[in-house]
């Protein structure tokens, strides 16, 4: 965005981090996303000893573009929510399912937004916690963009960027959505499209979906 408007932040547990990063990247309006830790008490927790922390994702966003209440809605449609210890084949507290807040307000939607989850839920119980944020610990590059860095031919067609910039990067965000097909199917079909774009005109860097 223009320099000068302030980017909001928001962090969100939902599972495998890698999944988490790859559905919230999809947004318009979503700047930036990184994976890591938080929601424990542990100092310095690493993937191999995270401790009572759980897997998470950093949402950065333009505020004109998105705002809390959406990301609320994609939390809720992103996983299962009923599940204390994740989902799959993923099991642990390092899993479990937190929204993350900043203030009075967020804790407010956060918590209107469980309520109205726990009416749709008759019989299980909704086990996502709402917590004031408190430190977020970014993980190891290598699980940042994980699904995207799967991903050869996505990862040229951005022009195999330095690992720094590609932490940075929107169209990184969004494309990594897009490697792991968890963007809704109209954002699927949008990217779907300006890549067969720029490869009918064979000037191989995208810039922007
Ligand atoms: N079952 C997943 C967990 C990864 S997630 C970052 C795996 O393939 O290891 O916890």
């Not at 705002?67 to 599940?83: A, G, I, T, Y």
């Not at 399912?97 to 939607?109: A, H, M, Q």
């Not at 792991?180 to 191989?204: E, F, Y």
Request: glycine letters at 8%; hydrophobic letters at 35%; one cysteine or more.
């Amino acid at each position: 965005p223009p320099s000068g408007q302030p980017l909001k932040t928001a962090v969100f547990a939902l599972g495998c981090f890698w999944r988490s990063e790859a559905v919230f990247g999809c947004f318009n309006g979503v700047v930036r996303t990184t994976v890591g830790y938080a929601g424990g008490s542990k100092l310095n927790p690493e993937y191999r000893s995270l401790g009572d922390h759980a897997e998470s994702v950093q949402v950065e966003y333009d505020p004109r573009l998105i705002n809390f209440r959406k990301l609320l809605e994609v939390f809720w449609s992103s996983h299962d929510s009923r599940q204390v210890f994740g989902q799959g084949p993923d099991v642990g507290i390092q899993y479990r399912s937190i929204i993350f807040t900043n203030g009075t307000e967020e804790s407010r939607l956060a918590a209107i937004s469980k309520e109205r989850e726990q009416t749709k839920s008759k019989i299980s119980l909704v086990t996502t916690q709402i917590q004031q944020l408190g430190t977020f610990y970014p993980a190891e590059p290598e699980h940042q963009k994980f699904e995207l860095k799967r991903n050869p031919f996505l990862l040229q067609l951005i022009g195999n960027l330095p690992e720094e910039e590609l932490e940075r990067s929107s169209l990184a965000a969004k494309l990594n959505g897009y490697a792991a097909v968890l963007c809704p199917p109209t954002i699927q079909k949008q990217i779907d499209a300006k890549i067969n774009d720029i490869m009918r005109k064979g000037w191989p860097i995208l810039r922007e979906v």
